[in-house]
């Protein structure tokens, strides 16, 4: 079966760290450009980090910028992203995705989708 599967959320004070993990089953990432999204309640699902297929360089929404580290394991067929410093307005479902070819991990450019992690930043 062809699956993303997130793991790694959970509660985190103010200030703290997470490191989210996203295992890929039923294909390679090989050739996958990789994506992290966040979906917050009541909000649009928004982009925060790619991984280009093309030279494997990287991307971040200015939000995260200098706090989150995304990185790929193409042997263990895994995406990582490292969240330091968080706040609470990074509190949301983080979600994987993976497009055929992507370079920019635009979402209409995702052919697979994990069901996502919560993260929840609260003191």
């Known amino acids: 079966q062809t699956q993303f599967v997130e793991s790694g959320g959970g509660l985190v004070q103010p200030g703290g760290s997470l490191r989210l993990s996203c295992a890929a089953s039923?294909?390679?990432?090989?050739?996958?450009?990789i994506g992290w999204f966040r979906q917050a309640p009541g909000k649009e699902r928004e982009e925060v980090s790619c991984?280009?297929?093309?030279?494997?360089?990287?991307n971040y929404a200015d939000f995260v910028k200098g706090r989150f580290t995304i990185s790929r394991d193409n042997a263990k067929n895994m995406v990582y992203l490292q969240m330091n410093d968080l706040t609470p307005d990074d509190t949301a479902v983080y979600s994987c995705?993976?497009?055929?070819?992507?370079?920019?991990?635009?979402?209409?450019?995702?052919?697979?989708w994990g069901k996502g992690t919560l993260v929840t930043v609260s003191s």
């Open positions: 995705a993976g497009g055929y070819g992507s370079r920019f991990c635009h979402k209409y450019e995702m052919n697979y």
């Open positions: 039923g294909f390679s990432l090989d050739n996958y450009g």
């Open positions: 991984l280009s297929v093309s030279d494997g360089s990287t």
